[in-house]
């Protein structure tokens, strides 16, 4: 924080795992804004571990493990220890935006609804380049979730439900979270689930960050 409360601008990680979202999501609900609660995700981290804001891990094809998706930053690991994610800056080093589209293709293809998604999607990462702020890309990305779930005309819905049929928001959250793994980038959950996914931002497991 600045003087006299002014929030240091942060963005939110790259592909952030549902685990980071759930996060996100109790701080909304708290009555946080979206500025405030990534700055308050991005302050909970060991500096250390501010290089994993550039990396995001979604399902490999075909029954595959795992894939990494990561960004290179300019500069490399001396600037993702020092600076706030804020501030770093793309390199286009190895052509990772072909390589990004084509694995988030691959892999979410045939899913319900990373189609009606994908276009803006390959339109943010496809127009990366270098120099330009990594935290233009990756709330532009944070931009796409929230318009595909109505994050923000739902989440005084949600505020209101949690306060009188908490039990009811509990069923919802057991419901839409089965079968995700929330180590994987939010956007898996949004590429099979669509707008129902918001839901799976409610359960309670405490997320590792």
Known sequence: MGPLGEVKPTTPPYLASLAI???WMRLRLDGMDDA???RCIADELPQSARRHFSRGLIAGAHSQGALTLSVPIAGGASVTRRLDPALWRLSMHGRWPEVHIGALMTSYASTPFYPHMRPAVEDVIGSAAEGER???MSAALHTII?????CEELIPALRRLAATDPLRLSRLAHQ????LDAE???I???ARKGPAAIFSLLAPDAPEI
Do not use: E
């Open 188 to 190: 898996d959950a949004v």
């Open 134 to 136: 990594f935290a233009a």
């Open 21 to 23: 979202y759930r996060r």
């Open 36 to 38: 405030v609660a990534w």
């Open 184 to 186: 994987l980038a939010f």
């Open 176 to 179: 839409h979270s089965a079968g």
């Open 146 to 150: 929230l318009r595909t779930l109505s």
